[in-house]
């Protein structure tokens, strides 16, 4: 019985001294906050483990918090927890300590998203922070082909998932609280480097880290990124994003840490985003007085744009190629895209196969069925809102 009050005892005390560790962290603002909402609760389930691994092999630094919301299709809760380097010698574990421990929570829900930032806020404050949702990504619109992939964060044990004007509105909502912009929005998802997300985020983020295209099931090379931005913790926004889009492309070159293949990374300068959807708008008017033999033209060179595994996920500079080789856009255009792409995409890193890729995509159908099902809600899209670019899209005859 002696024993057991002794271990009873050492146990209160080791807890007490976890929680005052903890709160010690929550109160030491450190140069970075790495919010990850990691959200395995799908086919994905086996990445969700590989990349908390990778991240243990860093793990937090005395500059550094890297912390994830951990949602895993396998285990009935959703974890909350702090990555610490794995200095054990078995690596297949995931040993970082659980903060909270959440239960069922739906990783679907917007909401649950927005706790996870305000908490990590609370929790570690930082001078800068990362926030990134690792998930399925579709874009900015519902696939109707594959139902397991809704815009982000699709959540198979409750059919939910974020969508791109509700990740708009988390992340306004989080801003408002934080006083200031989020300095880094990273998607470790497919396809979410598009024109229509960026604009949904632009007020509330400065930089935008993700893919044009589909990204490969391993996803971001957590080790050598977060090897290489924790020695370089004092850098901005734009400097990490630039190592994570240059650590992707390697991982997935030859002799990378990942089998090679064929992908892109940018980041995009969103307090650059504006002048983007000002030059659209100006595009949109063009094109929109080309007679409809020249728009016949245009379709035509939609048809061969550059696309992104959906083929009216399109590259515009691609298409202003295409428009430019017809004389369908003036000098002056094509000099004006050029200007405003290398202020807004900082850093475009892509496999030869992508070398038309040029960082940022577009809704461009290229079919009347494409255009029919997705015009009512594109309308709605701040992207639209503020280029008119549907207007141009209707006018297409195909």
């Not at 969508?163 to 306004?172: A, I």
Request: proline share 2%; with cysteine; net charge negative.
């Amino acid at each position: 019985m002696k024993n057991y009050h002794v271990k009873k005892l050492m146990l209160g005390i080791f807890l007490c001294l976890m929680t005052m560790a903890f709160s010690a962290l929550a109160e030491e603002e450190k140069e970075w906050t790495f919010l990850i909402f990691l959200n395995a609760n799908n086919n994905l389930d086996y990445y969700g483990d590989l990349n908390l691994k990778q991240m243990e092999e860093i793990g937090s630094t005395d500059k550094i918090n890297i912390v994830v919301q951990w949602g895993s299709m396998k285990r009935p809760s959703v974890k909350r927890m702090l990555i610490q380097k794995n200095n054990s010698e078995n690596k297949d574990q995931i040993i970082s300590p659980v903060i909270e421990d959440l239960g069922a929570v739906d990783m679907g829900d917007q909401n649950e998203f927005l706790k996870f930032l305000k908490w990590g806020k609370e929790k570690f404050p930082a001078k800068k922070y990362f926030v990134s949702l690792w998930n399925h990504g579709n874009g900015w619109y519902k696939s109707k082909t594959d139902l397991h992939v809704n815009d982000i964060s699709y959540d198979d044990k409750t059919g939910n998932k974020i969508t791109t004007e509700q990740l708009g509105v988390v992340l306004k909502d989080f801003t408002t609280e934080l006083g200031r912009k989020i300095d880094v929005l990273g998607s470790d998802a497919c396809l979410m480097s598009m024109a229509e997300v960026a604009s949904e985020v632009k007020d509330s983020v400065h930089y935008f880290a993700g893919s044009q295209e589909v990204e490969p099931g391993d996803g971001w090379p957590y080790s050598p990124f977060l090897s290489e931005w924790t020695q370089r913790a004092e850098i901005d926004g734009a400097g990490v994003g630039k190592i994570l889009a240059e650590q992707y492309l390697k991982a997935y070159s030859e002799n990378g840490v990942y089998t090679s293949g064929d992908v892109t990374f940018s980041v995009l300068d969103l307090d650059r985003m504006g002048d983007y959807e000002q030059f659209v708008a100006g595009l949109s008017k063009e094109l929109q007085l080309l007679s409809s033999e020249q728009l016949k033209q245009s379709v035509e060179a939609a048809y061969n744009t550059l696309s992104f595994t959906y083929s009216d996920y399109k590259d515009l500079g691609h298409f202003l190629k295409l428009l430019n080789d017809k004389q369908l856009v003036t000098a002056e255009t094509m000099y004006n895209y050029t200007k405003t792409l290398e202020q807004l995409v900082i850093s475009n890193q892509v496999s030869p196969a992508y070398a038309e890729a040029k960082g940022i995509s577009i809704w461009l159908p290229d079919s009347e069925w494409q255009r029919g099902r997705n015009a009512e809600r594109y309308e709605k899209l701040k992207f639209n809102q503020n280029s008119g670019w549907l207007e141009f899209l209707k006018k297409l005859e195909f």
